[in-house]
């Protein structure tokens, strides 16, 4: 009986060692997987913080654009206004009527005659 004892504890011992080296290589994958998620989780941290980071940029460029063109429109309405004024000045017209009686040896047809200029 002792020979069978013995080799029972033998056995139990090949086995017990066999699952303790299994259970030591599943704790490691463990820690493997772990320090995965770890870094995983590290990743996906960079990459929304990096992602964040690109829209805020965009929005600032954006936000700059809009108020230069805002600015570009507003200096192109005012010069547009203020030539369009000034083109109005220029467009006005002045009558001058002029009578010449027809004793100054003109045709009796032509009293009345008007020049029109642009007034200055």
């Known amino acids: 009986m002792d020979q069978w004892q013995t080799r029972e504890q033998e056995q139990l011992s090949k086995q017990s060692a066999t699952a303790q080296d299994q259970l ?3 704790n490691t994958s463990l820690q493997t997987i772990r320090r ?7 990743s996906v941290k960079a990459l929304e913080q990096a ?3 690109a829209v805020a940029k965009i ?3 954006y936000k700059d654009w809009a108020e230069k063109l805002k600015a570009s429109c507003q200096k192109i309405c005012s010069q547009a206004e203020a030539s369009s004024a000034s083109s109005s000045a220029a467009v006005r017209f002045q009558s001058v009527s002029f009578s010449f009686p027809a004793a100054n ?3 009796s047809g032509r009293e009345g005659v008007q020049i029109r200029r642009l007034a200055s």
């Open 24 to 26: 030591t290589k599943i």
């Open 36 to 42: 995965q998620e770890t870094i995983s989780d590290d």
């Open 51 to 53: 992602f964040k980071h």
């Open 59 to 61: 929005e600032i460029g």
């Open 105 to 107: 040896g003109l045709p």
